[in-house]
Structure formats: structure tokens, C-alpha cells
């Protein structure tokens, strides 16, 4: 169960554009489409941005998109704002590599997105 | 709106045991899987352990397999962590939290959490 692999910073202008990546494996990323997003400010619980590789729950800004292409999945944030510099974590379903198989998850690295 | 309240954290020697508490409310607790998730101070987000709708089926990350137990009471809407042999490493604020949805993969309401220290 590694973790997978975020880049653990990026950052960007007011009103630019961002992508963050999420490295897995053909056991995690590449071989379920069951990746979601979370943001976490300073103190807080994380908070669902996208499921499901990039299904956007109700309330959360169209500004926040999820893709996934093979073992990596990509986090976009458009018309980046001063209130999304925060720590963003990706989750994956995945199986677990002992011998029972059983069914686990596992949470990017994290990555700090300051807003500059 | 869903709510998820974690009790149970405290300080506990290496060897120790201690038993955490997440109170649901707010959605019918017992259609949903549950999950807890850790993060260590200053450090990322660690998937724990998850468990069924009805306390059936059960999985653990390596690091607590063997020590750590997840269960529920859906009777009185709670999800427990019994953790055992508890180790420095263990030491994190620990969150509980609900799926997506009925049947979802992937983790959609978390609790804010209660912080586990374990130390001599």
C-alpha cells in the first residue's frame, strides 16, 4: 500500500491555471475509476472535491475538474483564487497486496498549492 | 447535513490500548460504508481501515493490521477503532468518515477528528 506520488508543491497566479498529479499503478489509478480529491486548510478536515476520477459533488465550484489518463490522475483548478491555497490530497481504491486480496484505499502524498 | 463526531483521543503509553467513538447523525447510518483516516502532525493523509453497511466485511492498511479493529453499532448509529500495541507512530489526529454514497467507492464526509498521542 504506497502512497501515491504528488508533487509537493505548485503554485500560480490569481486567475490562472493549475495541475496537480496523482502517480499510481495499474492497481490503484490505472485499474479502477474510483479516484477523488480532497482539499484541507490549516486545522481542518479535508473536503470532497471530486469522485469518481471527476464527478463534482453538489456545492463544490466548477473551477475543479478530475481527469485521469492510465496509472495518473490530474486535479485542475481554473481561475485559481486566493482561498484555494490549501493542502490537496488524492485517494484511490485499491486491493490490497497481501495475500487476502481485501479491498483498501490509499491517499496521495499531498501537495501544497499556494496561490502567489 | 451529515454529521460525524469522533471521541475516544487521549495520551497513551507505547503498548496501550484506547478506543475511539464516531457518533453518526444526520443520514441513515447503518446503508453506508464507514472509513478512518490519520494524519500524523504535520504529515499527510493515511487511510486506516473501512468497514461494511452491515459490520460484515472489514479491511486494514498494512501498518495496523493485527492491531487495530473497526466495528459498528447500527443500532446506535457509532463506528469504533479499537487500536492495541499502540506505537509512537500511531500518534495522529484520527478521522472518521462516511462513503460517497450508498455503495460508493471513495470517501465524501469526514468528522473533524480527535487527536491520539502516544507517548511515554
Known amino acids: 500500500q504506497s502512497a501515491l506520488t504528488q508533487p509537493a508543491s505548485v503554485s500560480g497566479s490569481p486567475g490562472q491555471s493549475i495541475t496537480v498529479s496523482c502517480i499510481g499503478t495499474s492497481s490503484d489509478v490505472g485499474g479502477y475509476n474510483y479516484v477523488s480529491w480532497y482539499q484541507q486548510h490549516p486545522g481542518k478536515a479535508p473536503k470532497l472535491l471530486i469522485y469518481?476520477?471527476?464527478e463534482r459533488p453538489s456545492g463544490v465550484s466548477n473551477r475543479f475538474s478530475g481527469s485521469k489518463s492510465g496509472n495518473t490522475a490530474s486535479l485542475t483548478i481554473s481561475g485559481l483564487q486566493a482561498e484555494d491555497e490549501a493542502d490537496y490530497y488524492c485517494n484511490s481504491y485499491t486491493t490490497s497486496s497481501t495475500y487476502d486480496r481485501s479491498s483498501t484505499h490509499v491517499f496521495g502524498t499531498g501537495t501544497k498549492v499556494t496561490v502567489l | 447535513e451529515v454529521q460525524l463526531m469522533e471521541s475516544g483521543g487521549g495520551l497513551v503509553q507505547p503498548g496501550g490500548s484506547l478506543r475511539l467513538s464516531c457518533a453518526a447523525s444526520?443520514?441513515?447510518?447503518?446503508?453506508?460504508?464507514m472509513h478512518w483516516v490519520r494524519q500524523a502532525p504535520g504529515k499527510g493523509l493515511v487511510w486506516v481501515s473501512r468497514?461494511?453497511?452491515?459490520?460484515?466485511?472489514?479491511s486494514y492498511a498494512d501498518s495496523v493490521k493485527g492491531r487495530f479493529t473497526i466495528s459498528r453499532d447500527n443500532a446506535e448509529n457509532t463506528l469504533f477503532l479499537q487500536m492495541n500495541s499502540l506505537r509512537a507512530e500511531d500518534t495522529a489526529v484520527y478521522y472518521c468518515a462516511r462513503a460517497i454514497s450508498v455503495g460508493g467507492e471513495g470517501i465524501g464526509y469526514w468528522g473533524q477528528g480527535t487527536l491520539v498521542s502516544v507517548s511515554s
Open positions: 469518481d476520477v471527476s
Open positions: 468497514i461494511n453497511s452491515d459490520g460484515s466485511r472489514t
Open positions: 444526520r443520514f441513515t447510518f447503518s446503508n453506508y460504508w
